[in-house]
């Protein structure tokens, strides 16, 4: 029998002989042999590839498929943005309707002590010594010292503790001391970097130095400031990364008071500069007592008439001033992002005003509010306003969404990796507090 090789052309070659037999038993054709004829098989189908079919072709089907299943795929991730979007939607403006006290501990007498936040610990320091407590008020360290009046500077996790006209600087973060710094001159003022490096404003008679030390007390770099060059140095900030520093300079011109913001740069750029000058501005009959590094590349200042914004990790450059006028600031707050300062305000809206700041220096949010606070804080995408007896929490577009009182008087609220939740340090102990 001669070998199929397509059953469609077999079937129609069967039925071609069968008709020309007219042979009643037509299935005896399959007892015999035939010779294939090609070109008389492709004009009996009438397509070239000898099939009979209407459809589709194989590709064309494989190219619907393929786009299927991209609609298909877009349409899942479509549908999973948006439930991801609700979920966080949700979550950002969710409103609280009521709080607890879940957990308290006792603490050491902190009669006289002062404490802050360090990154989610509790730092409690005093004129003896300073201790890092955890969220459930485990002493994870301590370092003694005698200190007649200790300043406090932090960046992230890290802290710096000093006295002003001492001569030591203790640098430690949450897991515990990083070193002693002997500056061999009176402190002014010092700040310091995520990484335990501190900037030192000493004093030398007729000469104000600035200083860099590593957290062990190396010198890394200095340089030498006077009034007849440049002015006192009344404020400085380094950056996080500990590469640029930015001094506030005040200065007599004339009979008339100047101040300077210049920028130092410490880094591989800075190397090629003449003293390690980046830049700097000039402000005639303006004082600027605050300068401060948000993050990297963002810098801002505060004057007594307005608030100034910088932006450069190499160079910084001027990026936009806001005035404020003879309006009184009682106090300036600041996170990586964003920048608030509270006014004084006495009106019928509230007795102060908080006026939030982007880093950019666009004006996003103000806020009144009566509480007698004791600090302001951005963090989680909410602002917290807090005061002994009483807090207030709001979204970061000023819409309240929770105010409560506390039991017993507060002295530091610290913020924890859960936005509902809070440690509360008082006199004689550490509470969490939990929003729902």
């Known amino acids: 029998m001669a070998e199929v090789k397509d059953f469609t052309k077999y079937l129609k070659k069967l039925q071609r002989k069968n008709d020309e037999d007219k042979d009643d ?17 492709i004009a009996d ?40 979007a609700a979920v966080y939607v949700s979550w950002r403006d969710k409103h609280f309707t009521e709080s607890s006290i879940t957990s308290s501990v006792k603490i050491a007498d902190a009669s006289g002590a002062k404490a802050i936040n360090l990154e989610g610990y509790v730092l409690t320091y005093s004129k003896d010594g300073v201790s890092c407590l955890d969220g ?33 600087i203790y640098v430690a973060n949450t897991g ?50 006077t009034m007849q060059d440049s002015g006192y140095p009344i404020d400085i900030s380094i950056s996080p990364s500990g590469e640029l520093v930015c001094v506030s300079y005040l200065k007599a011109d004339s009979g008339k008071l100047k101040t300077s913001v210049a920028f130092f740069n410490f880094g591989a750029v800075g190397q090629n500069l003449a003293d390690n000058y980046a830049s700097g501005y000039d402000y005639p009959d303006v004082v600027v007592p605050y300068v401060q590094f948000m993050n990297d590349s963002k810098i801002f200042a505060v004057a007594d008439d ?56 666009n004006l996003d ?7 007698e606070y004791v600090d302001v804080l951005f963090d989680n995408g909410q602002i917290v306003v807090y005061g002994e007896n009483e807090y207030i929490l709001y979204d970061m577009k000023g819409t309240e969404k929770y105010r409560g009182t506390f039991d017993r008087a507060v002295k530091v609220m610290v913020p924890t990796n859960v936005r509902s939740k809070f440690l509360l340090v008082t006199e004689r102990s550490l509470d969490t507090l939990e929003l729902k």
């Open 25 to 41: 038993n037509p299935f005896e054709a399959l007892n015999r042999d035939y010779d294939w004829n090609d070109q008389a098989d």
């Open 45 to 84: 189908s009438g397509e070239y590839d000898g099939y009979d079919s209407t459809g589709p072709s194989y590709k064309e089907r494989i190219r619907k498929h393929r786009i299927a299943v991209a609609v298909r795929t877009i349409a899942g991730i479509v549908i999973t943005a948006l439930i991801v």
């Open 136 to 168: 459930e008020g485990q002493q994870l360290w301590n370092q003694t010292y005698q200190m007649q009046n200790p300043t406090v500077h932090t960046c992230k996790n890290v802290v710096a503790i000093g006295d002003y006209n001492g001569h030591n």
């Open 176 to 225: 515990g001391a990083l070193g002693e710094i002997d500056t061999n001159l009176p402190i002014r003022d010092f700040c310091v970097a995520s990484q335990g490096v501190v900037a030192a404003a000493l004093d030398d008679k007729s000469v104000t130095w600035i200083y860099l030390f590593d957290a062990t007390g190396n010198t890394l770099a200095s340089f030498k400031t």
């Open 306 to 361: 307005r608030i100034m914004f910088y932006s450069g990790k190499e160079v910084p450059t001027s990026q936009t001033e806001s005035l404020t006028g003879d309006e009184e600031i009682k106090s300036v707050f600041y996170n990586d992002t964003h920048v608030g300062i509270v006014f004084v305000n006495n009106t019928e809206e509230g007795a102060y005003r908080l006026q939030i700041y982007g880093e950019t220096g």
């Open 365 to 371: 949010t103000t806020i009144y509010f009566d509480t």
